[in-house]
């Protein structure tokens, strides 16, 4: 069992940067790989980065160029630093850990709650 927090969501205007963190407790973090999902309103949840045990990572195209995905496995946290947000970046955003790198919700083990990001144009 793996409990996993998330933060460091908000209110942020287009163009501007929000860094997501998500600490994870109880599984051992550095064996599992570790992703992000979000979830605009009214829509599904989509996959937006992954990142394994041994720092490869996997971008959702929306994310290319923009996010970036990381890891402190000393700490039990990855991040998600985001630049250059867009209103269509406004999501609940997830922390995940995963059996496998993977960008489909298929090998996810465990879910944060989740953390807002609202950005306004």
């Known amino acids: 069992q793996v409990q996993l927090v998330e933060s460091g969501g908000g209110l942020v205007q287009a163009g501007g940067s929000l860094r997501l963190s998500c600490a994870a407790s109880g599984r051992s973090f550095h064996n599992y790989a570790m992703a992000w999902f979000r979830q605009p309103p009214g829509k599904e949840r989509e996959f937006v980065a992954t990142i394994s045990p041994f720092g490869g990572t996997v971008y959702a195209d929306s994310a290319k160029g923009r996010f970036t995905i990381s890891r402190d496995n000393g700490k039990n946290t990855v991040y998600l630093e985001m630049n250059n947000l867009k209103p269509e970046d406004t999501a609940e955003y997830y922390c995940?850990?995963?059996?496998?790198?993977?960008?489909?919700?298929?090998?996810?083990?465990?879910w944060g709650q989740g953390t807002q990001v609202t950005v306004s144009s």
């Open positions: 995940a850990q995963s059996a496998s790198v993977d960008t489909t919700a298929r090998s996810v083990l465990s």
